[in-house]
């Protein structure tokens, strides 16, 4: 497994603060290339009296969005004082530096935090680049520390090794002449995440910020069950922990270096009661606005951990949750794509070195675009630009009107839908007894937006476009499932690790069923009901299944998809995707928007 090696002495010491984790050789080596200073954090104050008030800025699941996110991808819903809500255009880096470098001013105590996913699943402007663009726009933000998410794992730990220490990518260079990728300024923490060989973390567990005096400890951790949502190749010689207990164990460690307060940054969220940013997570009882795997989280996390930010929902709340003891405990999630930053207020006692916790505070804030643009942000936005420019400009297929992806207010999306029609496509392609195709919900990145990004024209989808719906290069592949197995794999969308939070598949043209929510587990999916091409699945016949690459792995619970017979294996799915709306769109002919009445849902 690849080391990290030691963070460059070039790094500035806002950077450079590290926890000294005895026993990991990796962070012992970034310790000991320290300079003297580098425990001074760039934000300058007083020592001020007994208690000081340290700014906790943070954001999650940014995903490699530079430029603001098309259509629904990029809108906020807001809560307005006559009961009403109302759509808010967000997000952008442009926008998010300017908010933060905006909310740091007269804060002399402040830090900058992230709770995974800032990279992978990006749009094509920085996937196109192994996401070093956001790597540096994430070091021109000054944040400060991050988690890792499962998407850091898309390309391997080795590929995550070098957003952390830089070098130029291994197949494709640099991508700048005479410029070589420096890396990430600030750590990445992974707690949770061990080499399978030696038992030690593959990066550092936990960071500690320090500033006149005040000591806050971060630790770093992303959700247990990574190795269900990410390929089996990027996460090869990997283990992951559970959260709690991992979160625990260093907790107890910093607390006996003298670091009594205690920040855990968790790629793991919880579903809000409901959509809007701003919402009362905490009425009528603390916690009661919000459900989902974090909850259980908090509660069992240490007290010493004085407040949770957290991540992969993509989804916005402000809550306190009761820890172990009892007492209320900040929780926390921004979103994602940059379109929301929380700002929370740490009161810490100078004399127990500990988190006041009943004088913490926390709000969401829209990275509003009417706000100015930050300057550096879109100089680098340019300047990547016109590297992507000669592939992300290509048109590659026409649409009538905004096909809804990951912006889609039902389970059955409709892009969702026009993938897997794609996928079948293909896979006929190269197997013309191909019967069905499936698409996780999950790879749906974004929506197709009819309205024209640049200079395209209204209606054409660009290359860059088709490659911000399907970043994650899959390739589409065939197998051989039983009836039995496809009912099976309906089934494990609603059961199983899946049951709390459906994963609902994207059916191909042709296939059909109930889905009764008001049952439970299995159940919930009308055996009965589901029909191919109007006749009804046979359990014991074979039909011929056209899935991506991660699906075929089992991936998101998926296991029975896992279990075909005879693969074989296509083109990657985003050129798969371009072909369809090639051959089946024009200027005078685009396609339409399916109607996403594949499945019937009872609810």
Not at 116 to 132: K, N, T, V, W, Y
Not at 204 to 228: C, R
Not at 440 to 445: L, T
Not at 549 to 566: I, P, V, Y
Request: charged share 20%; glycine share 10%; aromatic share 6%.
């Amino acid at each position: 497994m690849t080391q990290l090696t030691p963070h460059r002495t070039r790094r500035r010491a806002a950077s450079r603060i590290l926890a000294a984790a005895a026993g990991f050789a990796t962070v012992g080596a970034l310790v000991a290339a320290l300079p003297a200073n580098a425990t001074q954090d760039r934000h300058h104050g007083g020592k001020g009296g007994r208690t000081v008030d340290v700014q906790l800025l943070s954001f999650n699941d940014f995903h490699g969005n530079l430029e603001p996110p098309a259509g629904s991808s990029g809108q906020v819903t807001e809560n307005l004082p006559d009961g009403t809500t109302r759509k808010v255009d967000a997000g952008g880096v442009e926008y998010l530096a300017t908010s933060l470098r905006t909310a740091r001013k007269s804060h002399p105590y402040s830090v900058t935090a992230a709770a995974g996913d800032l990279i992978g699943a990006s749009p094509l402007l920085s996937g196109l680049f192994h996401d070093e663009p956001t790597v540096e726009a994430m070091n021109k933000l000054d944040l400060d520390v991050t988690s890792v998410g499962n998407h850091e794992f898309d390309e391997g730990a080795t590929e995550l090794a070098r957003m952390q220490n830089g070098g130029c990518h291994p197949k494709d260079g640099c991508f700048e002449d005479g410029k070589k990728f420096e890396g990430a300024d600030y750590p990445y923490l992974a707690a949770n995440v061990t080499n399978e060989k030696t038992g030690k973390p593959i990066l550092a567990p936990y960071w500690v910020w320090k500033h006149n005096g005040v000591k806050i400890g971060f630790i770093g951790v992303t959700l247990e069950g990574t190795p269900d949502i990410v390929s089996a190749d990027g996460v090869k010689g990997l283990k992951f922990h559970d959260e709690i207990e991992t979160v625990n164990k260093y907790a107890k460690i910093l607390d006996k270096q003298g670091v009594k307060s205690i920040v855990t940054l968790i790629h793991e969220g919880g579903v809000p009661a409901s959509g809007s940013y701003n919402y009362d997570c905490d009425s009528p009882s603390g916690g009661a606005g919000i459900s989902g795997p974090i909850v259980d989280i908090a509660k069992g996390i240490s007290p010493k951990v004085d407040a949770l930010v957290t991540g992969h929902t993509h989804n916005a709340y402000v809550c306190t949750i009761p820890d172990p003891s009892g007492k209320p405990r900040m929780v926390t999630s921004a979103s994602s794509y940059g379109k929301l930053y929380t700002d929370t207020t740490l009161t810490y006692d100078r004399r127990t070195k500990d988190i006041v916790r009943t004088s913490v505070k926390s709000a969401n804030h829209v990275v509003s675009r009417t706000q100015p643009k930050a300057a550096d942000m879109t100089a680098l936005i340019g300047r990547w630009n016109k590297l992507a420019a000669p592939v992300a400009n290509q048109p590659v297929g026409y649409i009538s009107a905004d096909i809804p992806g990951r912006g889609a207010t039902s389970p059955e999306e409709p892009l969702g839908d026009l993938i897997a029609d794609a996928q079948l496509a293909h896979a006929k392609i190269l197997d013309p007894k191909t019967s069905l195709a499936l698409m996780n919900p999950g790879g749906v990145r974004s929506d197709l937006v009819y309205k024209a990004s640049g200079s395209e024209g209204d209606g054409v989808v660009t290359y860059g476009e088709g490659f911000t719906v399907q970043p994650f290069s899959n390739t589409v592949n065939l197998a051989d499932l039983t009836g039995a197995q496809v009912i099976t794999a309906l089934q494990q969308q609603v059961s199983g690790s899946n049951e709390a939070s459906p994963k609902i598949l994207q059916p191909s043209a042709g296939l059909t069923y109930t889905l009764d929510m008001t049952k439970a587990g299995a159940a919930r999916v009308v055996v009965d009901s589901i029909k191919l091409n109007g006749a009804a699945i046979d359990p014991a016949a074979t039909y011929r299944v056209a899935m991506n690459s991660f699906l075929a792995g089992g991936g998101d619970g998926f296991a029975a998809l896992g279990q075909g017979k005879n693969p074989l294996v296509g083109s990657d799915d985003l050129k798969a995707f371009n072909d369809y709306l090639t051959a089946n769109s024009s200027a005078t002919s685009p396609i339409a928007p399916p109607k996403a009445d594949r499945i019937t849902i009872v609810k």
